[in-house]
C-alpha cells in the first residue's frame, strides 16, 4: 500500500517538475482549479433570501431581530424589538380571544427592548404588531421559543 502512494507521489513531482520547466522564467504558473463552480440555479436559491408575504392587513413583516415567544418562565409571552432609530414604540398583540393588550416605550437607537405579556397565552396569540411614527409591520414567531 505504502509502495503504490509513494509511486503516486514520485509521478506526480515529475508531473509537477515537467510543467514547471515548459515555462519560460518570466511567464507565472496558472493555478489549479480546487473546486468547480455550482451551478447558475444551485446558487440563486442558497442566496436568495425567503420573502414572507404582507400580512391581511397589508403590513410587512419586520425585520428578523423582532421575533416573539413563549416568556422563558412560562408566564405569557415575550415580545423582542430592536430599535434601529429613536423612536416611540407601541407592541400590539392580537389575541383571538379578543382581548387585545398594547404596550408602549421611547427607545433609542440601537436599543433591545423586551416586551413582556404575562397575562396572554402562546396559544391565544393571532398577531403581534410593532408600531412607530414611520412604520407598522407583523412580527414572526420565533419557532425556538415556542412550545
Not at 463552480?37 to 436568495?48: G, K, T
Not at 405569557?76 to 430599535?83: A, D, E, Q, R
Request: charged letters at 20%; one cysteine or more.
Amino acid at each position: 500500500m505504502h509502495a503504490g502512494m509513494f509511486a503516486i507521489a514520485i509521478g506526480a513531482t515529475a508531473i509537477a517538475m515537467v510543467a514547471c520547466d515548459s515555462l519560460s522564467p518570466g511567464e507565472p504558473a496558472e493555478p489549479a482549479p480546487t473546486s468547480l463552480p455550482a451551478p447558475a440555479h444551485a446558487a440563486a436559491s442558497i442566496d436568495a433570501p425567503v420573502a414572507l408575504p404582507p400580512n391581511a392587513d397589508g403590513d410587512p413583516p419586520c425585520p428578523a431581530a423582532d421575533a416573539w415567544g413563549r416568556e422563558p418562565s412560562g408566564a405569557g409571552i415575550l415580545v423582542t424589538h430592536w430599535s434601529d432609530d429613536s423612536a416611540r414604540v407601541t407592541v400590539l398583540v392580537r389575541t383571538k380571544v379578543g382581548r387585545d393588550q398594547a404596550q408602549r416605550a421611547a427607545l433609542n437607537a440601537g436599543e433591545l427592548r423586551l416586551f413582556e405579556f404575562p397575562d396572554i397565552e402562546e396559544s391565544a396569540v393571532s398577531e403581534v404588531l410593532i408600531m412607530t411614527d414611520t412604520r407598522r409591520c407583523y412580527v414572526s414567531a420565533d419557532p425556538a421559543a415556542l412550545g
